[in-house]
């Protein structure tokens, strides 16, 4: 059998489906009869779940000025929508809690991947771009494709890191060249079968050619440079040493003045820490 | 020309424009070589940011190299180099973020 991005989403049973807590949640959420306490009870049927969202909730990625301290409180302060994506970021590592860490430290790949949410968000703010809480999902989601790869090719991952390591190429460029897919592709097909919207289907699958997405240009966009960010700023690692080339069509696209990158990055250095325990601490 | 946030105002730099209070009370004027003193009235009194010369003029000039010039940073601009070489370095946004990334690392560091 020929590997495309699309067997190595239907070869891994585990992960093809998404947990049905954010099933149930997101159901609910669709339901205009449902209200906050029914949203509540259904998640704090799901102890870390709840535990890490109200960590966050109480983290200075929100920098709420009173304790939040029930479910029902943080849905009425951050939104039912919002509270959905925070859901699914969270939900997303323990369906990945089985990737072996040799080849890719998990630690250091979770890191990158909730920098890259941060940044994505932040600069979304700057943007006063709606709901940017689906930015911080975005980020969280960007690089599981490669997990999906470690999980059933960790070979062909392997010696594609050596080879970055080796020849300073690009790891992504190097999937392809390999494989004639990379990891965004594998990423994109895995959400695909999640059934996930394209606003989050397109980010991830185009988040290193960011000019090729069709419909969802301004989040592509937004993902690829606070991807882009994140590696120049070495928070964490999901693999790639280098930082990848800046599409610049995809700058012009955000609109964004240069000099904002050092507010972005004084933001990033304040919430990093705090967002991280959020993942680290036991429930 | 640049604008540079309080925490970022450094004894030595020229001011370029006149730094005002909230009230609009001129509190330093253009060409002024900034002191510890300076900064701490600007915090003070509120000031969140100033225009400051840029490289090239003056005194700004001879503290960046000399702070630039010592071995750890030289060793911390090589890394960054290093992962830098798939980028493009006449660009902007990413002439910037190898200057901010330079400064965080230096300050990671202190």
């Known amino acids: ?283 | 020309m640049q604008k540079l946030k309080l925490v970022d105002l450094k004894q030595g730099m020229v001011l370029a424009q006149k730094v005002k209070d909230q009230n609009g009370r001129t509190l330093l004027l253009p060409e002024t070589a900034l002191s510890d003193k300076n900064i701490r009235v600007f915090k003070a009194w509120g000031i969140s940011e100033a225009f400051v010369k840029s490289p090239g003029d003056g005194p700004i000039r001879k503290m960046e190299e000399a702070v630039s010039g010592t071995e750890e940073n030289k060793e911390f601009e090589k890394e960054l180099i290093e992962i830098f070489i798939h980028t493009d370095p006449r660009h902007p946004a990413i002439k910037e973020l190898f200057s901010v990334c330079l400064k965080n690392k230096r300050a990671s560091n202190i």
């Open chain 1, 1 to 283: 059998m020929t590997i495309s991005a699309e067997t190595l989403v239907n070869v891994s049973p585990d992960i093809s489906s998404l947990p049905t807590i954010f099933h149930q949640i997101n159901q609910a959420v669709e339901d205009p009869e449902i209200t906050f306490s029914e949203i509540a009870r259904i998640i704090s049927g799901d102890p870390s779940l709840s535990g890490r969202l109200l960590r966050l909730a109480n983290s200075s990625f929100y920098g709420f000025s009173s304790k939040i301290e029930t479910i029902s409180h943080a849905i009425t302060i951050i939104g039912m929508g919002q509270l959905r994506d925070l859901v699914l970021a969270t939900t997303v590592v323990r369906q990945f809690k089985n990737v072996p860490g040799s080849i890719i430290d998990m630690e250091s790949f979770w890191k990158h991947s909730v920098a890259c949410g941060l940044t994505a968000r932040i600069i979304a703010v700057y943007k006063k771009e709606f709901n940017s809480e689906r930015y911080y999902v975005l980020g969280m989601l960007h690089d599981l494709g490669r997990l999906l790869m470690l999980l059933n090719i960790p070979d062909v991952v392997k010696d594609s890191l050596d080879s970055c390591a080796n020849d300073k190429k690009l790891l992504y460029k190097i999937e392809k060249e390999t494989l004639d897919f990379d990891h965004a592709e594998v990423g994109g097909e895995l959400l695909k079968k999640w059934n996930l919207p394209a606003s989050l289907i397109e980010p991830v699958r185009y988040h290193h050619n960011p000019s090729v997405a069709r419909q969802f240009q301004m989040e592509t966009s937004i993902v690829h440079t606070a991807d882009l960010i994140v590696h120049a700023l070495e928070l964490g690692n999901s693999g790639d040493s280098f930082v990848p080339p800046l599409d610049p069509k995809a700058w012009e696209k955000i609109q964004m003045p240069s000099s904002m990158i050092s507010h972005i990055v004084d933001q990033v250095n304040v919430q990093f820490p705090d967002v991280v325990r959020t993942f680290s601490e036991n429930s």
